[in-house]
Every structure is written in structure tokens, then in C-alpha cells.
């Protein structure tokens, strides 16, 4: 079992960053990829970002690539999200989730989910 708590979003500018952060529980952390998705008020919950177990796979949305980086540290059972150039369309409730695929892209191979959290961005 894993738990996953999001935490970093709020309200920026059109142009601005924020980092999005994802605490895991248990000790079995660094054994499953993780990912970002985010839904849109209205829109299915879509792939956003992943990485692989030992960080060696990175996998991005075309509409993210070049302005969002994946990262995570298994010492510190966290994965996270920097996002940069945000632009109005970013805005959605973002999730952090687990899987036991290594290299998954798609919300069906994932089986833990956080809770979400907003990122709003303003224009």
C-alpha cells in the first residue's frame, strides 16, 4: 500500500513557476515509477509526466515538454514537479499516482492516487 500526498499548488501569473511536490509512505517507494496527471473542470484526467523507478526513464506530455520537469529522491520518498512558463491552460487539479509498470504513461497502469492539488494559472 502507498500513500500519496500532494502539495504546491496555488495561483500564479501567466509566464511564472511553481513546484508541485508528492510525499509517498512506505518503503517501498523507490520500487514503483511515478507520475503527474492533471484534470481540467470538464476534461479527462490526463498524462502529464513520469519516471521511471531509478529515475532512468522520463516521460512528458507534448503540451508540457521543454516547460515541466520531472524529479524524484528515494532517500526522501518524494517525487516532484517543476513547472515553469506556466500558461492559462495549466490550470487543473494535479495528481500524483504509483505504479508498478516501469515506464507508465497511461492512468490505467497506475494504481495509487493522491488526493490532488490545484494549480491555477492566471492570465
Known amino acids: 500500500q502507498v500513500q500519496l500526498v500532494e502539495s504546491g499548488g496555488g495561483l500564479v501569473q501567466a509566464g511564472g513557476s511553481l513546484r508541485l511536490s508528492c510525499a509517498a509512505s512506505?518503503?517501498?517507494?523507490?520500487?514503483?515509477?511515478m507520475g503527474w496527471f492533471r484534470q481540467a473542470p470538464g476534461k479527462e484526467r490526463e498524462f502529464v509526466a513520469s519516471?521511471?523507478?531509478?529515475?532512468?526513464?522520463?516521460a512528458y506530455a507534448n503540451s508540457v515538454k521543454g516547460r515541466f520537469t520531472i524529479s524524484r529522491d528515494n532517500a526522501k520518498n518524494t517525487v516532484y514537479l517543476h513547472m515553469n512558463s506556466l500558461k492559462p491552460e495549466d490550470t487543473a487539479v494535479y495528481y500524483c499516482?504509483?505504479?508498478?509498470?516501469?515506464?507508465?504513461?497511461?492512468?490505467?497502469?497506475?494504481?495509487?492516487w493522491g488526493q490532488g492539488t490545484q494549480v491555477t494559472v492566471s492570465s
Open positions: 519516471v521511471s523507478w531509478s529515475g532512468g526513464y522520463i
Open positions: 499516482a504509483a505504479s508498478r509498470s516501469d515506464y507508465a504513461t497511461s492512468r490505467l497502469e497506475y494504481d495509487y
Open positions: 512506505g518503503r517501498t517507494f523507490s520500487s514503483y515509477s
